[in-house]
Protein backbone atom coordinates (compact mmCIF):
# COMPACT_ATOMS: atom_id res chain seq x y z
CA UNK A 1 0.00 0.00 0.00
CA UNK A 2 1.22 3.35 -1.14
CA UNK A 3 0.52 6.48 0.60
CA UNK A 4 0.65 10.20 -1.64
CA UNK A 5 0.40 13.49 0.23
CA UNK A 6 -2.29 16.40 -1.48
CA UNK A 7 -3.08 19.43 -0.06
CA UNK A 8 -6.39 20.86 -0.77
CA UNK A 9 -6.41 24.94 -0.64
CA UNK A 10 -7.88 26.47 0.95
CA UNK A 11 -8.88 22.96 2.68
CA UNK A 12 -7.80 19.78 4.76
CA UNK A 13 -5.01 17.53 3.69
CA UNK A 14 -6.22 14.75 2.35
CA UNK A 15 -3.89 11.32 1.92
CA UNK A 16 -4.95 9.23 -1.26
CA UNK A 17 -4.15 5.27 -0.20
CA UNK A 18 -3.94 2.89 -3.22
CA UNK A 19 -6.41 -0.09 -2.88
CA UNK A 20 -7.30 -0.26 0.84
CA UNK A 21 -8.39 -3.45 2.02
CA UNK A 22 -9.47 -1.47 5.54
CA UNK A 23 -12.39 0.91 5.99
CA UNK A 24 -10.89 3.84 7.29
CA UNK A 25 -12.10 7.35 7.25
CA UNK A 26 -10.59 10.35 5.82
CA UNK A 27 -8.77 9.30 2.66
CA UNK A 28 -9.40 9.31 -0.99
CA UNK A 29 -9.33 5.43 -0.97
CA UNK A 30 -8.20 4.35 -4.60
CA UNK A 31 -8.84 0.67 -5.79
CA UNK A 32 -8.46 1.79 -9.77
CA UNK A 33 -6.63 4.60 -11.32
CA UNK A 34 -8.07 6.72 -13.94
CA UNK A 35 -7.98 4.94 -16.92
CA UNK A 36 -7.78 6.76 -20.45
CA UNK A 37 -10.88 6.43 -22.95
CA UNK A 38 -13.72 5.94 -19.76
CA UNK A 39 -16.07 7.87 -18.28
CA UNK A 40 -16.67 8.43 -14.47
CA UNK A 41 -19.46 9.54 -12.59
CA UNK A 42 -19.06 10.87 -8.89
CA UNK A 43 -21.74 10.78 -6.48
CA UNK A 44 -21.97 12.73 -2.96
CA UNK A 45 -24.38 12.54 0.11
CA UNK A 46 -23.35 15.59 2.29
CA UNK A 47 -23.31 15.68 6.21
CA UNK A 48 -22.84 18.33 8.18
CA UNK A 49 -19.95 17.51 9.37
CA UNK A 50 -20.59 17.45 13.08
CA UNK A 51 -20.14 13.39 13.59
CA UNK A 52 -23.66 12.93 13.43
CA UNK A 53 -23.49 11.16 10.31
CA UNK A 54 -20.83 11.08 6.89
CA UNK A 55 -20.43 12.91 4.00
CA UNK A 56 -19.64 10.54 0.77
CA UNK A 57 -17.95 10.67 -2.29
CA UNK A 58 -18.14 7.60 -4.57
CA UNK A 59 -16.21 7.37 -8.05
CA UNK A 60 -17.76 5.23 -10.25
CA UNK A 61 -16.63 3.71 -13.36
CA UNK A 62 -18.91 3.42 -16.28
CA UNK A 63 -19.31 0.22 -17.72
CA UNK A 64 -18.50 -0.39 -21.66
CA UNK A 65 -19.33 -3.62 -23.46
CA UNK A 66 -16.26 -5.34 -22.56
CA UNK A 67 -16.29 -4.44 -18.45
CA UNK A 68 -19.04 -3.31 -15.98
CA UNK A 69 -19.79 -0.24 -13.80
CA UNK A 70 -17.43 -0.48 -11.01
CA UNK A 71 -16.40 1.40 -7.76
CA UNK A 72 -12.74 2.79 -8.30
CA UNK A 73 -12.98 5.36 -5.46
CA UNK A 74 -14.63 6.46 -2.26
CA UNK A 75 -14.53 9.40 0.54
CA UNK A 76 -15.93 8.70 3.45
CA UNK A 77 -15.68 11.30 6.68
CA UNK A 78 -17.83 11.86 9.36
CA UNK A 79 -15.84 16.03 10.25
CA UNK A 80 -15.87 17.33 7.04
CA UNK A 81 -17.66 20.49 6.97
CA UNK A 82 -19.34 20.41 3.41
CA UNK A 83 -17.20 23.82 2.55
CA UNK A 84 -14.00 21.56 2.53
CA UNK A 85 -15.92 18.48 1.23
CA UNK A 86 -16.64 20.54 -2.00
CA UNK A 87 -12.53 20.48 -2.41
CA UNK A 88 -12.69 16.37 -1.92
CA UNK A 89 -14.92 16.60 -4.38
CA UNK A 90 -13.37 18.85 -7.23
CA UNK A 91 -9.70 16.74 -6.28
CA UNK A 92 -11.30 13.69 -7.22
CA UNK A 93 -13.32 14.91 -10.08
CA UNK A 94 -10.54 16.28 -12.07
CA UNK A 95 -8.34 13.16 -10.84
CA UNK A 96 -10.96 11.17 -12.81
CA UNK A 97 -11.31 12.81 -16.06
CA UNK A 98 -12.34 12.15 -19.41
CA UNK A 99 -10.45 14.01 -22.44
CA UNK A 100 -9.57 16.85 -20.29
CA UNK A 101 -13.31 16.54 -18.65
CA UNK A 102 -14.00 16.21 -15.26
CA UNK A 103 -16.48 13.29 -13.73
CA UNK A 104 -19.83 13.74 -14.07
CA UNK A 105 -20.98 15.02 -10.38
CA UNK A 106 -24.07 14.29 -9.33
CA UNK A 107 -24.12 16.05 -5.53
CA UNK A 108 -27.01 15.13 -3.44
CA UNK A 109 -28.32 18.63 -2.85
CA UNK A 110 -30.98 17.56 -0.09
CA UNK A 111 -30.26 19.67 2.97
CA UNK A 112 -26.47 20.63 3.13
CA UNK A 113 -25.70 19.25 -0.20
CA UNK A 114 -26.54 23.04 -1.90
CA UNK A 115 -23.45 24.32 -0.13
CA UNK A 116 -21.25 21.89 -1.71
CA UNK A 117 -22.44 22.37 -5.16
CA UNK A 118 -22.48 25.89 -4.65
CA UNK A 119 -18.18 25.64 -3.76
CA UNK A 120 -17.81 23.54 -6.53
CA UNK A 121 -19.77 25.55 -9.25
CA UNK A 122 -18.71 28.94 -7.91
CA UNK A 123 -15.49 28.94 -6.39
CA UNK A 124 -13.71 25.96 -7.62
CA UNK A 125 -14.49 26.33 -11.29
CA UNK A 126 -16.25 22.65 -11.90
CA UNK A 127 -18.36 22.45 -15.03
CA UNK A 128 -19.47 18.87 -15.36
CA UNK A 129 -22.59 18.33 -13.11
CA UNK A 130 -25.46 16.10 -13.53
CA UNK A 131 -28.61 17.99 -14.69
CA UNK A 132 -31.80 16.93 -12.90
CA UNK A 133 -34.03 15.44 -15.36
CA UNK A 134 -37.84 14.41 -15.23
CA UNK A 135 -38.60 10.50 -16.04
CA UNK A 136 -41.78 10.78 -16.33
CA UNK A 137 -41.62 13.59 -19.20
CA UNK A 138 -43.26 12.61 -22.55
CA UNK A 139 -40.26 13.58 -24.78
CA UNK A 140 -36.48 13.60 -23.79
CA UNK A 141 -36.13 16.91 -25.11
CA UNK A 142 -38.30 17.96 -22.15
CA UNK A 143 -36.95 15.52 -19.38
CA UNK A 144 -33.61 17.97 -18.63
CA UNK A 145 -34.29 20.67 -16.50
CA UNK A 146 -32.25 23.76 -15.36
CA UNK A 147 -31.08 22.17 -12.17
CA UNK A 148 -28.03 20.77 -11.21
CA UNK A 149 -27.44 17.89 -8.81
CA UNK A 150 -29.46 15.33 -7.72
CA UNK A 151 -32.59 14.92 -5.15
CA UNK A 152 -33.50 12.11 -3.40
CA UNK A 153 -37.27 11.95 -2.97
CA UNK A 154 -40.63 9.38 -2.02
CA UNK A 155 -40.25 9.14 -6.14
CA UNK A 156 -36.25 8.75 -7.12
CA UNK A 157 -35.45 6.75 -4.46
CA UNK A 158 -37.12 3.96 -5.32
CA UNK A 159 -35.83 4.23 -8.90
CA UNK A 160 -32.32 4.32 -7.93
CA UNK A 161 -32.35 1.63 -5.21
CA UNK A 162 -34.22 -0.71 -7.45
CA UNK A 163 -31.81 -0.11 -10.21
CA UNK A 164 -29.08 -0.55 -7.51
CA UNK A 165 -30.17 -4.13 -6.34
CA UNK A 166 -31.21 -5.18 -9.91
CA UNK A 167 -27.34 -4.13 -10.42
CA UNK A 168 -25.59 -6.48 -8.05
CA UNK A 169 -28.39 -9.55 -8.72
CA UNK A 170 -27.68 -9.52 -12.59
CA UNK A 171 -24.70 -11.82 -13.34
CA UNK A 172 -22.65 -11.89 -16.87
CA UNK A 173 -23.24 -14.84 -18.77
CA UNK A 174 -19.74 -14.97 -19.60
CA UNK A 175 -17.45 -13.64 -16.84
CA UNK A 176 -19.84 -14.40 -14.01
CA UNK A 177 -19.63 -10.78 -12.64
CA UNK A 178 -22.29 -8.78 -11.72
CA UNK A 179 -23.82 -5.68 -13.94
CA UNK A 180 -21.86 -3.78 -11.11
CA UNK A 181 -18.48 -4.44 -8.76
CA UNK A 182 -18.38 -2.88 -5.40
CA UNK A 183 -14.60 -2.29 -3.75
CA UNK A 184 -15.26 -0.09 -0.68
CA UNK A 185 -15.12 -2.14 2.74
CA UNK A 186 -17.58 0.75 3.65
CA UNK A 187 -19.99 -0.07 0.57
CA UNK A 188 -19.78 -3.50 1.49
CA UNK A 189 -20.72 -3.17 5.24
CA UNK A 190 -23.50 -0.52 4.29
CA UNK A 191 -25.05 -3.16 2.23
CA UNK A 192 -24.77 -6.37 4.76
CA UNK A 193 -26.19 -4.15 6.76
CA UNK A 194 -29.76 -2.85 4.92
CA UNK A 195 -33.17 -4.32 6.05
CA UNK A 196 -36.58 -4.63 4.65
CA UNK A 197 -39.03 -3.69 7.41
CA UNK A 198 -41.89 -6.39 7.33
CA UNK A 199 -44.70 -5.42 4.51
CA UNK A 200 -42.33 -2.84 3.00
CA UNK A 201 -41.08 -3.12 -0.37
CA UNK A 202 -37.37 -4.40 -1.39
CA UNK A 203 -36.53 -0.33 -2.49
CA UNK A 204 -37.39 0.48 0.81
CA UNK A 205 -34.47 -1.00 2.32
CA UNK A 206 -32.58 1.11 5.03
CA UNK A 207 -29.42 0.79 7.14
CA UNK A 208 -30.13 -1.19 10.29
CA UNK A 209 -29.57 0.70 13.77
CA UNK A 210 -25.95 2.48 14.66
CA UNK A 211 -25.15 1.54 11.12
CA UNK A 212 -25.34 3.89 7.55
CA UNK A 213 -26.37 3.80 4.30
CA UNK A 214 -24.91 6.76 2.96
CA UNK A 215 -22.54 4.72 0.96
CA UNK A 216 -25.25 2.78 -0.65
CA UNK A 217 -26.66 5.95 -1.74
CA UNK A 218 -24.38 7.27 -3.15
CA UNK A 219 -23.34 4.00 -5.33
CA UNK A 220 -27.41 3.75 -6.12
CA UNK A 221 -27.00 7.44 -7.20
CA UNK A 222 -23.87 7.05 -9.44
CA UNK A 223 -25.32 4.23 -10.67
CA UNK A 224 -28.44 5.35 -11.70
CA UNK A 225 -26.56 8.84 -12.97
CA UNK A 226 -24.37 6.71 -15.42
CA UNK A 227 -27.76 4.39 -16.44
CA UNK A 228 -29.74 7.57 -17.69
CA UNK A 229 -26.83 9.71 -19.15
CA UNK A 230 -25.08 7.10 -21.34
CA UNK A 231 -28.13 4.62 -21.71
CA UNK A 232 -28.44 4.03 -25.53
CA UNK A 233 -32.07 4.80 -27.11
CA UNK A 234 -32.66 1.21 -27.62
CA UNK A 235 -30.87 -0.88 -24.28
CA UNK A 236 -28.49 -0.10 -22.03
CA UNK A 237 -24.78 -0.60 -21.67
CA UNK A 238 -25.25 -4.10 -19.23
CA UNK A 239 -27.73 -5.04 -21.37
CA UNK A 240 -25.65 -5.04 -24.74
CA UNK A 241 -22.95 -6.46 -23.10
CA UNK A 242 -24.78 -9.06 -22.07
CA UNK A 243 -26.41 -9.79 -25.62
CA UNK A 244 -23.47 -9.44 -27.50
CA UNK A 245 -21.85 -12.44 -24.54
CA UNK A 246 -24.95 -14.74 -25.41
CA UNK A 247 -23.82 -13.96 -28.93
CA UNK A 248 -20.39 -15.52 -28.20
CA UNK A 249 -21.64 -18.09 -26.76
CA UNK A 250 -24.08 -19.10 -29.44
CA UNK A 251 -21.26 -19.01 -31.93
CA UNK A 252 -18.79 -20.93 -30.19
CA UNK A 253 -21.35 -23.69 -29.60
CA UNK A 254 -22.19 -23.98 -33.39
CA UNK A 255 -18.18 -23.85 -33.98
CA UNK A 256 -18.38 -27.44 -31.38
CA UNK A 257 -20.54 -28.65 -33.18
CA UNK A 258 -19.59 -27.89 -36.79
CA UNK A 259 -15.94 -29.35 -35.61
CA UNK A 260 -17.69 -32.85 -34.75
Not at 29 to 55: C, L, M
Not at 62 to 83: K, M, N, R, Y
Amino acid sequence: MSTLPLTLKPGPSLRIVDAPTEATEGILAIWEAPRAGHRYVIAADVAEGVEQDRSVATVLRVGTLEEPDEEVAQFVSASITPHDFAYVVDQAGKLYHTDGEEALAAVECNGHGIATQTELQRHLGYQNFFRWQYYDADSMKRAYSHRLGWWTNTRTRPLIMTNLLQCLARQDPVTGSPDLIIRSPFTIEALRSLQVAPGYPTWAASASSGSHDDCCMTLAIAAWVAKVTYLSERESVADARRRQATGKLTRAAAEHVRGK
